[in-house]
């Protein structure tokens, strides 16, 4: 016999917020995408030397990166019962976010 909250954690019915979650994480996902396309835009706009190049670089794989942990963790969500979220994969997305805000400061300034 089990415990009885144990049971109504088990029978708990997730309702719609796996779902939102994934909503959010795809409509962070486009953000993402589309501060990433301003600032490889940005970042090509000059002569196309060395360091803009490494720059446009270091864009399109911290965009790659937040796209593998967005694309994982919408995989992880749409299983009946989501995990929670990796600590290492919140701090990866945190860092890729944070990168991509100030590559949008960038664009704007």
């Known amino acids: 016999m089990s415990a ?4 109504r954690a088990r ?5 719609l917020q796996p779902e939102r979650t994934r909503l959010a994480w795809r ?3 486009l953000a993402c995408s589309v501060v990433a396309v301003l600032a ?4 090509l706009r000059g002569s196309g030397s060395p360091v803009e190049v490494a720059g446009a670089a270091v864009i399109a794989l911290i965009w790659l990166a937040f ?3 967005a694309h994982r963790r919408i995989r992880e969500l749409a299983a009946h019962r989501p995990q929670q979220l990796a600590p290492r994969a919140a701090l ?5 976010t944070a990168a991509l805000a100030v590559f949008a400061m960038t664009v704007i300034l």
Not at 4 to 7: A, F, K, N, Q, Y
Not at 11 to 15: E, F, L, M
Not at 40 to 43: K, N, P, T, V, W
Request: proline letters at 4%.
């Open 4 to 7: 009885p909250g144990r049971d």
């Open 11 to 15: 029978d708990r019915d997730a309702g």
């Open 27 to 29: 409509r962070t996902t």
């Open 40 to 43: 490889l835009r940005q970042a």
């Open 67 to 69: 796209l593998w942990v």
């Open 92 to 96: 990866a997305a945190v860092a890729c």
